[in-house]
Structure formats: C-alpha cells, structure tokens
C-alpha cells in the first residue's frame, strides 16, 4: 500500500494531470477506479463537486475527508509542494504565467474538447451507436482552432510553454492535446507546428506516457482507429 491514493479514471485529462505530476516526481500511488457515471456515496462525500480526481495522502489520515484533496490544480499545487518538484516556475512572473495556462486548458480548451468532442467520438459507443461526428467536426473546425492558434503563438517555435523548462503549463495543455490526440490524432503540424510538436513530446514524456499506455488500453475496443475530424468521412466508419 503506497502513501498516496488517487481516485479516477486515467481517462480523465484532470486524473492525466495529477498522474504526470506524480510520475514526473517518479512517486509511487495507489489507483482506485471511480466510475463518473455511477459516483459511490462515500466518494460524493470525498469529492462534493462530483468530480475526478481527488486523492487521498495517507500519511494525513486512512479515511474520511479530511485527508482528501479534490481538483486536480489544487492537488496539483500541494504535490508540487511537498516533493518540491519545481513546476510552477523560478519567479513570480513565470507562476502566474503557469497558473494562467492551467487555468485556460481546464476550462476554455478543456470545454469544448471534452464535452463537444471526445464525448459525442466516445459516449455513444458505449451502448453500440455511432460517434456523433457532426458535432465533433463542428467544435474540430469552427471552436478549437482559435485555442490552438493562441497555444501555437505562446509556444512560439519554443519547447516548453512558460521559461526553459517543463512545467505545469506543459502538462496542463498536454493532458487536453493528448485527449484529443487519443481519439482524433495530434493538430495538423502544417498549421500548428509547435503545438503538434510540444503534444508529440508530452506523448513520449515520462509523466504521460503509463497513463496513455492505459487509455489506448481502455479505448482500443470502443474507438479501434482515430476519427478522421477534418473530412466529411470518420475513418473507422463502416
Ligand atoms: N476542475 C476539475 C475538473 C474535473 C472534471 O471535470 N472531471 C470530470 C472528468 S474529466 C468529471 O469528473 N466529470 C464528472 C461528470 O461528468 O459527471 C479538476 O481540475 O479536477
């Protein structure tokens, strides 16, 4: 039993975040699987937003809430402070340029990706129906692209986001550029560039790679080939 206790799914970008954090700082933790469509009592308490992840230090406590930590940018910060791992910058001003770009991918990018693009790819292939592509298509072509063009300028041609070196910002946009990436492949790199460039590297980084290693696993069998999102036609359409 390890100290650590993360509750999710690793197919949550949010669960992703934490997890990369975690094995960037090479920090053993136990996983236990939280199903979103059917939360337990005892997690409603842990988690009142009814959301993934929390996690749970048990060197605080065994069990009950107080020795959880729900929301991935708060857990986020306390494990940054408590490995000391460094990821929110070397001054001031790069902190709050850090905490900007993690707050727009959790919300302005995450939104429309998650919610209007990985779920109608993915949802309706639970219960054996197909993606529902024209809304997927729709966010693709007409919602995303002035998010990756705003990313793809803050790169500009660089390696990491925010200074010379890998931060919170990296993950925070990798684990909503790798969603995309599972089900639809990675941004066109004639367009985007950098951004293609930066989400390849987060694919291959040592915080992302377990946690995509398990999502390929997980969606093999729903979504067996990435959806085509700039044709009229899906790839894996029979
Ligand atoms: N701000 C939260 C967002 C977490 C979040 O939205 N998680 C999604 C899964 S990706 C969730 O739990 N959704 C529950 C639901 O849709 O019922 C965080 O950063 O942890």
């Given amino acids: 039993m390890n100290d650590l206790v993360v509750y999710g799914t690793p197919v949550s970008p949010f669960v992703r975040k934490v997890e990369a954090v975690l094995h960037t700082q090479g920090v053993p933790y136990d996983f236990e699987m939280i199903n979103i ?19 749970r230090d048990r060197t605080v ?3 009950g809430v107080a020795d959880t ?31 900007w ?20 790819i993915l949802f309706p292939r639970f219960s054996g129906q197909d993606s529902d592509l024209e809304t997927a298509r729709k966010t693709y072509q007409e919602e995303l692209p002035r998010h990756f063009d705003y ?8 390696e990491f986001f925010v200074g010379d070196t890998f931060s919170l910002a990296d993950i925070a946009v990798g684990v909503q550029m790798t969603q995309l990436d599972l089900v639809a492949g990675t941004v066109d790199d004639s367009r985007w560039p950098s951004l293609a460039r930066h989400t390849q590297a987060m694919k291959a980084h040592p915080g992302f790679v377990d946690n ?27």
């Fill in 37 to 55: 469509m059917d939360m337990p009592d005892w997690f409603i308490e842990i988690s009142p937003a009814r959301r993934i992840p929390v996690l």
């Fill in 101 to 120: 770009l993690e707050e727009y991918a959790d919300t302005e990018l995450a939104l429309p990706l998650g919610m209007r693009l990985f779920r109608p």
């Fill in 61 to 63: 406590g065994e069990e």
């Fill in 151 to 158: 990313l793809e300028q803050t790169l500009d041609g660089n």
């Fill in 212 to 238: 995509l290693s398990a999502c390929g696993k997980m969606l093999g069998r729903l979504v067996p080939e990435k959806v085509d999102l700039n044709g009229q036609k899906a790839v894996r359409d029979k």
């Fill in 69 to 99: 930590i729900a929301d991935s940018s708060a857990i986020c910060v306390y494990l940054d402070r408590k490995f000391d791992a460094g990821l929110y910058g070397k001054d001031a001003f790069e902190s709050g340029r850090i905490a």
